[in-house]
């Protein structure tokens, strides 16, 4: 069984037509095209490949390269550069392309409903983040001076209203310097060589705990259900998994579930073992092993894991605009507070 030791090219050359390229490409196959004719047709069609890539990557197909080579090339990510590797052994070449296709769009679409979730909210922070600073250093300090000359005091109310305007700014500094500072830390722990420290890590972490247990139950179930169902038997898969240099985490649950089969544990039992896989999965694998169809009952599984996902970042995408819009909408009154109150007193000071 050779290894499989890919490394991962730069950036997407497709852009958004990535998916496209995908789905274009399993319908040609579909048709009766080879891979090569498939390829060299779909390299010369899309314009968006500036014509050096163009040649380096025709002269690629042309020599014969893999399909994954080619796809690296292009700057594929690398989960579908491994889903691809792994199709190539398993088989399922058309299907893989189309699932994987279908997963780019649907990945696509969702950070497009992040992003237009989040944008208008946070323009309007940025914008209000502007005011504040704009009054804090033009109109709240001529209303000081202005009560200085009355020799007026200020409400109790209006004199806490100035000081959380003037904390405001720096607070949102600290908010953002916070949530800047918190995916750095995520990336250098999924940097870190040690997986198995890394995975430690991730799974303490409150959010992306959930996120990541089933982003790598999806993939655990998926390939090694698509292995089953070729006909792999178990060990030659976990072979596979454990010598690709794609996915550690995928290298990692491999090695742990060879140990313990070793040691006589059932399949299920020794996935319900490992904490950075959803234990869920376990039932599902148990149920199969009873109707002699784990294979199926992974990859059902690798579904509902990527339903959940999405379904966790919509729900998020959900709840965190009507908060955003009611402490804007608190702000923006406290901010009028600010401004009219003292007109009002002064005047009652005046009368």
């Excluded at 490409?25 to 891979?35: E, I, K, V």
């Excluded at 300090?141 to 305007?165: C, G, R, W």
């Excluded at 998994?241 to 550690?248: C, G, R, S, V, Y």
């Excluded at 904490?275 to 599984?301: K, P, Q, T, W």
Aim: hydrophobic share 50%; net charge positive.
């Amino acid at each position: 069984m050779k290894n499989l030791n890919i490394t991962i090219g730069p950036s997407n050359k497709l852009g958004k037509y990535d998916a496209h390229f995908l789905l274009k490409l399993a319908g040609l196959l579909r048709n009766g095209f080879t891979m090569q004719q498939a390829l060299i047709f779909l390299t010369e069609q899309y314009e968006v490949i500036k014509q050096a890539d163009r040649n380096a990557l025709l002269g690629l197909i042309n020599s014969g390269a893999s399909l994954s080579a080619v796809l690296k090339h292009l700057g594929f990510s690398k989960s579908i550069i491994m889903q691809v590797s792994f199709a190539e052994i398993h088989g399922e070449i058309i299907s893989n392309l189309e699932q994987s296709g279908e997963y780019l769009t649907t990945r696509r679409q969702t950070i497009q409903k992040l992003v237009k979730t989040l944008q208008y909210p946070l323009v309007l922070v940025t914008i209000f983040i502007i005011m504040l600073v704009l009054l804090n250093y033009t109109v709240i300090p001529q209303f000081n001076e202005l009560y200085s000359a009355m020799q007026a005091d200020k409400t109790m109310l209006v004199h806490m209203l100035t000081l959380i305007l003037n904390y405001l700014p720096y607070a949102a500094l600290a908010l953002m310097t916070a949530v800047f500072l918190s995916g750095f830390t995520i990336l250098i722990i999924l940097n870190i060589k040690n997986t198995a420290l890394a995975a430690k890590l991730l799974l303490k972490i409150p959010v992306v705990k959930t996120y990541f247990k089933y982003y790598v139950t999806y993939r655990f179930s998926r390939e090694f259900g698509y292995f089953l169902n070729n006909g792999l038997e178990v060990k030659e898969i976990i072979l596979l998994f454990k010598t690709q240099t794609i996915n550690h985490y995928l290298s990692l649950a491999a090695q742990t579930i060879e140990t313990e089969l070793l040691y006589g544990t059932s399949l299920g039992d020794a996935i319900e073992q490992l904490d950075m896989l959803d234990r869920r999965l376990a039932v599902f694998v148990n149920h199969g092993e009873y109707n002699s169809n784990v294979g199926r009952e992974l990859i059902i599984y690798s579904e509902y894991s990527l339903e959940n996902i999405i379904i966790k970042i919509e729900s998020f995408t959900k709840k965190i605009q009507p908060v955003i819009f009611l402490i804007l909408g608190l702000l923006i009154v406290c901010l009028y507070l600010v401004i009219v109150l003292p007109i009002f007193n002064m005047m009652s000071n005046i009368q």
